[in-house]
Structures are given as structure tokens and as C-alpha cells.
């Protein structure tokens, strides 16, 4: 007798294998508009998205740049000679004015030359008159004349040279500004090389910023520019006062210095400062959200809804600002544009808004 038990294993394992795909693997059918549903030839899933309506605004093109503040004019004062400083007549941050006496240092060795040479001058210069007499009578000779005359021209110069050294012990404000902190004392014993104090001129203020070469002949002497400073809400304002004559070959960028007023005394010299350099106004700039534009392999684009499926649209960007980009050129006025959800979109994609701003 035949032994029927492994064929009637493989019929058993068939016909459970047909159950299981009845079960978990039914066959597909045709939807109710006739759309076949197999692989590759089902209808693309609906992307839930945000838009925006493209249209023109007014935009200011604008730089943003960092700077210093330094004073209109700065000076660390010192002293032309050495000598013993005998007095001091101004006090750490004083307003001082053109011509004011800073401090006076000793002079009394000066003095004496000085008596001693206009002495010899009045000598020199009685024995000048003499000889001039006796030369007319033939009494002395002419080069005796010129000796005479020589030595007390000699002694006018000594005298001179002596005056301007007193000059020199003695120091004083170079122009109107404020004075910092004095760095000597009475009886100090000074050199040329120690500094006695620095003055600025802060009443009007510099500010020293660098903007980047293809910007350089967009910001000429004249220009505006307002700037702000750490911990101060104030905006301020400045005009160019002038431009580096070239441009730094190391960075690429040209230095600008502009004049702003600072007669509230708010900007302190050696501040860092945010300047913001206005370069032109666009009136029909057409402006997206940053979050709209997608980078590819070359330039940029967007999805325009075009009858509710997406459109890839190849544009050229312009200027830039916090949260908005200018489109140059790719779409007009009117389009609709994905924002959010952009990631999950493709070319082809059917859309569906639930907002458009």
C-alpha cells in the first residue's frame, strides 16, 4: 500500500497558503473612477501646505556693518623737555578750553641763562653802536664792524633759543575737550616719553567702519548712516565724512569714517557699535519668506500652486533682510507660494492650502 502522507502535507500546506494570502494579500481592484491603485500607477498623496501670495512691496536695501566710536580729536599730552613739574592746575576729567594751562615745570635755570644773555646783548650792542661811529671816521676797520655785529646777533639767537625752552616748561589744552586721568603729580620729574594726560574731543564723535569692496562706490562723503550701541534702545545718526583712499587688500573692504553729534556726552570713545548703511530703495521688490526658498545643485527655487499642484520655479534672489528674501526674477506677482511644508513637496504634487497669507 502506497504511503499517501507527504502529498497529503504538501496539499495541506497549499491550501493554507491561500488562505493567508486571501487574508493579508487581497487582489486590487479598480477604484470607483477607474484610477488603478497598483504600484506606480496610484494617484500622488495630497501635501497638507502653507502658502503665500507673492506681492510688491517698498524695501530698503541695506548693510549691516560693525564699528568704533573714536573722538574728533585725541591727544596724549606730554612735555617737550625734562624737568621737575612744579604745578598742576587741572583735575582727572575736566572740561578744559583752547589755550588752558595744564601744568608748569621748573624754570628758574632758564630764567638766569636768559637774564645773563640780555645782558650780554646790551653790551654787545653799546660796543655795536661804537664801532658803527668809528668806522665812519675810518676808526676801525670793517671787518672788525662785522665781528661785532655777528657776536651780538649770535646772543639775540641764544636769547630766542632761551625763550622758547621757557615757553616749553609750561603746557597747555591743544584744543577744547575733556582731559582724563593725570598720570603725574607735583615734584614728578617728567620726560618727553611719559604721558601726561589725554584729551578728547567728544562733542562730536567719529565713527570708523569697513564695508565690503563691491559696496564701494555706493557710500561716498555725505552719505547717511545710523548705528546703535550695547545696552542703549537709541538709534543715532551720522554723515560720511570721507573714505579710505583704497581698499585693503588683505580683507577686501574699504574704511569709512563718519561725523555724528554727540553733544549729550553718550558715546564714549573705543565703543563697538552696529551701523546700518542705507544703499538704495526698491519700490516694487517682490518679497518671500526665507522658509521658501529651497537650495538645489544650482541657484534656488520655489513651488508655485499652479491649478492646485506644485510647480518647481527656478529664481534668482536679491537683497536679504531678517526674514524675507527678494526674488529677482522666476515668478510674478500673484503666484502662490508654498511656505510651510516645503520639505514634503515635490514637483507634481497635488496641494492643499489650509492658509495663504
Not at 636768559?114 to 671816521?137: G, H, N, T
Not at 554727540?262 to 526698491?282: C, M, Q, R, Y
Request: hydrophobic fraction near 40%; charged fraction near 25%.
Amino acid at each position: 500500500m502506497k504511503n499517501y502522507k507527504p502529498l497529503i502535507i504538501v496539499v495541506v500546506l497549499a491550501v493554507l497558503l491561500l488562505v493567508l494570502k486571501a487574508m493579508y494579500f487581497p487582489a486590487l481592484k479598480d477604484d470607483t473612477n477607474g484610477a488603478s491603485t497598483k504600484p506606480g500607477g496610484g494617484e500622488k498623496p495630497v501635501a497638507n501646505v502653507e502658502g503665500y501670495l507673492a506681492k510688491t512691496s517698498i524695501v530698503d536695501n541695506n548693510l549691516y556693518v560693525t564699528g568704533t566710536v573714536i573722538a574728533n580729536e585725541s591727544v596724549d599730552v606730554r612735555s617737550e623737555i625734562s624737568g621737575k613739574v612744579i604745578a598742576v592746575y587741572f583735575k582727572d576729567g575736566q572740561q578744559l578750553k583752547e589755550g588752558e594751562l595744564l601744568l608748569k615745570m621748573e624754570d628758574a635755570d632758564l630764567k638766569a641763562q636768559l637774564r645773563k644773555v640780555q645782558a650780554q646783548i646790551v653790551l654787545f650792542k653799546e660796543k655795536k653802536d661804537r664801532y658803527e661811529k668809528l668806522f665812519k671816521i675810518q676808526g676801525v676797520s670793517k671787518e672788525e664792524l662785522d665781528a661785532s655785529t655777528n657776536e651780538l646777533e649770535s646772543l639775540q639767537a641764544d636769547a630766542d633759543v632761551l625763550t622758547v625752552q621757557l615757553k616749553r616748561t609750561s603746557l597747555f589744552a591743544p584744543f577744547n575737550g575733556v582731559i582724563g586721568l593725570k598720570n603725574i603729580s607735583v615734584g614728578a620729574y617728567i620726560s618727553p616719553q611719559q604721558i601726561v594726560a589725554s584729551i578728547q574731543q567728544i562733542n562730536k564723535i567719529k565713527i570708523d567702519f569697513a564695508v565690503p569692496e563691491k559696496y564701494s562706490t555706493e557710500v561716498i562723503k555725505g552719505s547717511k548712516i545710523n548705528f546703535s550701541i550695547d545696552g542703549n534702545t537709541s538709534i543715532f545718526s551720522a554723515e560720511v565724512l570721507a573714505t579710505e583712499s583704497s581698499v585693503d587688500v588683505t580683507t577686501r573692504t574699504l574704511m569709512i569714517r563718519a561725523l555724528a553729534d554727540n553733544s549729550k556726552g553718550v558715546l564714549k570713545p573705543g565703543l563697538f557699535v552696529n551701523v546700518t548703511v542705507k544703499l538704495e530703495t526698491t519700490k516694487d521688490a517682490l518679497m518671500l519668506p526665507s522658509i521658501a526658498i529651497v537650495p538645489i545643485l544650482k541657484g534656488h527655487q520655489v513651488f508655485v500652486s499652479n491649478d492646485g499642484v506644485a510647480t518647481a520655479a527656478k529664481v534668482k534672489l536679491g537683497v536679504r533682510n531678517d526674514s524675507t528674501i527678494q526674488i529677482v526674477e522666476g515668478i510674478q506677482p500673484g503666484d502662490t507660494i508654498v511656505t510651510v511644508g516645503v520639505m514634503g513637496v515635490r514637483d507634481g504634487t497635488p496641494l492643499k492650502f489650509t492658509s495663504v497669507q
